[in-house]
């Protein structure tokens, strides 16, 4: 079992490739697989070893493209149940699930994997890379579906590959295969029912949600993204990655999430908001800003340059403009970094891009400026700590 769940499954997940999602696997047997997957380590001639070294092979040059590469990420018991947990919620949408008694059998299998995903937050950059290097492609899983025509009639195959004789005598039979790709993520979806498991799979590896702040699914939250935006490595990439896409769709995506984070609309996973947390939120979006100024291209001059049929409309980079602005007016340091004189060049610059912003909040309107110095304020307030007596 430990070698088709790694070769036919883990390694797919990570080099590419048809994934071969199984019967449902629980805590049990997902001990199975990890102890032979430690034998396998232990003994190289042992015939779990050879997909092991591949997936080792693989999900290094993954992580390598975040941190140094090192060793190869381990294939320990926690990488096994975030695997399994994906499997299961893979597994939640399998056609041999249909039937009476679907729902309760899904139950069944989203809280085995809510038990196997329920691992907790990375405690180190290293880890938090490592991780990602075996879920990094969720976003691109897709189900394919065939439709097979043929002289009498067609049969569809939900993810599956047709039998050999449903294809047979193709010419004879006048064989024709239609092919449907369908996003895991964006098509297909998880059943309510699976959630919370995947809330728990994104709280135990939140650097992919945190490197594309775009995706939908889930939406991106705060409480799940923070714990890995401490480690100064995972935050440099994360920074890198909101400059790529452009700071103003970024920063948007961000200063959204921002605002279900402060007011505590966000699900139960993950760090809760505080004071100190949220002013770490403010002060990452701040440096993307600060980034931008120094690395970006002037806002003036790319107005200017864009070409009139590109339909980006004007609300671009508001969100980011508003909570920005409020920040900056709440408290200097929320935006503005103590070893950074105002007159200097670059400080001359940053404080033109906060006039700018601040005129684009301000011409948004007083609720959308309301709602941002709540959060800033709440940001600024003073920790109260007991005193002892």
Do not use: C, K
Request: glycine letters at 10%; proline letters at 9%; aromatic letters at 6%.
């Amino acid at each position: 079992m430990a070698r088709r769940f790694v070769a036919e499954f883990l390694l797919p997940l990570v080099r590419g490739g048809a994934l071969r999602v199984g019967r449902p696997l629980g805590p049990r047997a997902v001990d199975r697989v990890t102890e032979a997957v430690a034998r396998a380590i232990r003994d190289p001639t042992d015939d779990e070893a050879e997909p092991i070294t591949m997936l080792g092979a693989g999900r290094r040059a993954v992580a390598g493209r975040h941190l140094p590469a090192g060793a190869a990420p381990p294939l320990d018991e926690v990488t096994v149940r975030l695997g399994a947990a994906l499997h299961d919620l893979l597994a939640l949408a399998h056609p041999d699930l249909a039937g009476p008694g679907i729902g309760r059998r899904q139950e069944q299998i989203a809280f085995a994997a809510l038990e196997l995903a329920s691992v907790g937050s990375p405690s180190s950059a290293r880890e938090a890379v490592n991780r990602h290097s075996l879920l990094a492609r969720i976003p691109e899983i897709v189900r394919v579906d065939r439709t097979v025509r043929f002289w009498l009639g067609h049969q569809t195959f939900v993810g599956r590959t047709p039998p050999g004789r449903i294809m047979a005598l193709p010419s004879l039979r006048r064989v024709r295969v239609d092919r449907a790709s369908r996003s895991w993520l964006r098509e297909i979806g998880i059943p309510a029912v699976g959630r919370l498991a995947f809330l728990a799979l994104n709280v135990a590896s939140p650097l992919g949600e945190a490197l594309d702040p775009l995706r939908l699914d889930p939406p991106l939250g705060w409480g799940r993204i923070l714990p890995v935006l401490r480690f100064p490595p995972v935050a440099r990439a994360v920074a890198g990655a909101a400059v790529e896409i452009g700071v103003d769709r970024a920063g948007d995506a961000l200063a959204g999430a921002l605002y279900r984070f402060a007011g505590m609309h966000d699900p139960p996973f993950g760090l809760p908001a505080s004071e100190e947390s949220v002013a770490f939120a403010l002060r990452f979006l701040a440096h993307l800003v600060w980034l931008d100024v120094l690395y970006g291209v002037d806002p003036d001059r790319a107005r200017a340059a864009r070409p009139a049929h590109v339909g980006v409309g004007p609300e671009l980079g508001l969100e980011l403009a508003v909570v920005i602005t409020a920040a900056a007016r709440t408290r200097r340091s929320l935006v503005w970094p103590d070893d950074v004189p105002a007159t200097g060049d670059l400080g001359q610059a940053f404080g033109a891009r906060l006039e700018a912003l601040g005129a684009r909040a301000s011409a948004a309107g007083s609720p959308r400026l309301a709602a941002a110095l709540s959060i800033a304020d709440f940001a600024a307030a003073p920790v109260t700590r007991p005193v002892a007596l």
